[in-house]
């Protein structure tokens, strides 16, 4: 009996130190796995940050060989920009670049109208944290986020460039001082808050270097526009010295040619000399986004050195 009981002990013993081997052996199973689920999550979280981050690095360096192969001028100026604010700057340069290459892009006003409506749409999706997969658009997305851009300057800019498709010229050279405003003035307002920049006299420069900027620019696409037949120069200011759309066409140096160029020329550099005029009164941390300047006054200074006589 006491043996019956023996081995029946021994057995139960057997069987609850079996039941109970079993059981903590299940934790080290278990744990291997648990382990790699662990690693695998970890794998993942960072190939996704891996992919982030060379998508921003893709999309920042998209905008920056954009604005280098367009727009070099204000590619130079972004250079000289504080660390903070350079791939901002570069984001809307780039962005300003794609608006202007729009005109002589495409071949029907529709096409250009919808690019047009898109940047539209873009600019309402970035400000509610939803930017189209676009490098432009997410390089904008972070801009404004990062400086809190305004986005009514943006949305003028993309208002002012959709007008100019209408391929004609400027009626006089006022019409051609309010797209300056809105398309160029816009886009320093913009950089100002890239610097963090908020003052009325920065504004104010802002504003008349932007003019000078559009008037310049104006000009000097001049020559291209003429070998496409076309010419946007102020109607008003060639009535006045009697010279022909024809006479731009042809490459014409005659005195009423040279006497619209001059007159033309000498509104943008009256722009420069009351952006000038703000300058004791202008925070020097604004200094920067006006850096363009340098090269408005260069081409107006060959230009009077030139007598008018050569090549505008």
């Not at 690095?57 to 100026?77: A, I, P």
């Not at 400027?170 to 309010?178: D, V």
């Not at 000399?273 to 202008?282: G, I, K, Q, T, W």
Request: net charge positive; hydrophobic share 35%.
């Amino acid at each position: 009996m006491k043996g019956n009981m023996a081995v029946g002990v021994r057995v139960q013993h057997g069987l609850l130190s079996r039941t109970t081997s079993l059981l903590y052996s299940l934790p080290r199973k278990i744990a291997p796995n648990r382990v790699c689920l662990q690693r695998a999550a970890e794998l993942q979280t960072v190939r996704a940050s891996t992919n982030t981050a060379g998508e921003a690095q893709h999309n920042e360096k998209y905008c920056l060989d954009l604005v280098r192969s367009r727009d070099y001028e204000g590619f130079l100026s972004c250079l000289l920009l504080p660390e903070e604010a350079r791939r901002s700057s570069l984001a809307l340069r780039a962005f300003n670049v794609e608006l202007a290459q729009v005109k002589d892009s495409v071949s029907q006003k529709t096409i250009g109208l919808m690019r047009m409506q898109f940047w539209k749409t873009a600019i309402d999706e970035i400000y509610r944290d939803d930017p189209p997969n676009q490098p432009i658009s997410t390089e904008l997305w972070r801009a404004v986020r990062t400086h809190g851009l305004t986005k009514r300057w943006l949305t003028r800019i993309v208002t002012e460039r959709e007008k100019d498709l209408d391929d004609r010229a400027y009626r006089n050279i006022q019409e051609l001082e309010k797209y300056s405003e809105n398309a160029q003035s816009s886009l320093l307002y913009l950089l100002l808050e890239c610097l963090g920049v908020k003052n009325v006299h920065a504004d104010h420069a802002a504003s008349h270097i932007g003019k000078a900027q559009g008037i310049v620019t104006c000009l000097r696409a001049t020559p291209h526009h003429s070998s496409r037949r076309k010419v946007y120069l102020p109607m008003d200011i060639c009535m006045l010295h009697g010279a022909s759309q024809e006479d731009f066409i042809r490459g014409s140096r005659e005195k009423n040619v040279r006497d619209v160029v001059y007159d033309i020329a000498s509104q943008a550099h009256v722009h420069l000399e009351h952006a000038r005029s703000f300058s004791y009164n202008v925070p020097a941390a604004a200094t920067p986004a006006f850096i363009h300047t340098v090269v408005l006054e260069d081409y107006l200074q060959r230009l009077y050195l030139r007598s008018w006589k050569k090549t505008y």
